[in-house]
């Protein structure tokens, strides 16, 4: 199985990357002569952009910023996925089990 390259997420697929929302992952390292390709199937439980403490890696504030995805896979293992762009991500489901009205996005809006 192989997918193109593409060079940045689309801002349309990191807005569903939301958590309740049933993904297929597919990443691909390339070697010389072969491909190594691993996918995984699951569930979001946490979708963010996070910094390393990469100390070599001269971005903003001197640390690279990768794309990670929790995911809760069916046998209920959780897995972090650091997203980059030999990384195909496909919604299975569009919306979150049980979701109703706008998502929150940040503590002050949950409910006490």
């Known amino acids: 199985m ?12 990191r807005k569903n990357l939301r958590p309740g929302v049933r993904v297929r992952v597919v990443q691909q390292i390339a070697g010389r002569n072969y491909t190594w390709t ?23 504030n001197d640390k690279l910023w990768l794309d990670r995805l929790l995911i809760r896979k069916d046998d ?13 991500v496909e919604i299975l489901s569009g919306e979150p089990a049980g979701a109703t009205g706008p998502a929150k996005t940040n503590e002050s809006e949950l409910p006490l």
């Not at 996918?39 to 001269?58: D, F, L, N, P, R």
């Open 76 to 88: 209920g293992e959780l897995t972090t996925l650091n997203l980059d762009e030999f990384s195909h």
């Open 2 to 13: 192989t997918f193109p390259y593409t060079a940045a997420m689309d801002d349309a697929l």
């Open 38 to 60: 691993a996918e995984v199937t699951g569930t979001i439980v946490q979708y963010e952009q996070k910094q390393t403490g990469s100390w070599y890696a001269h971005s903003k």
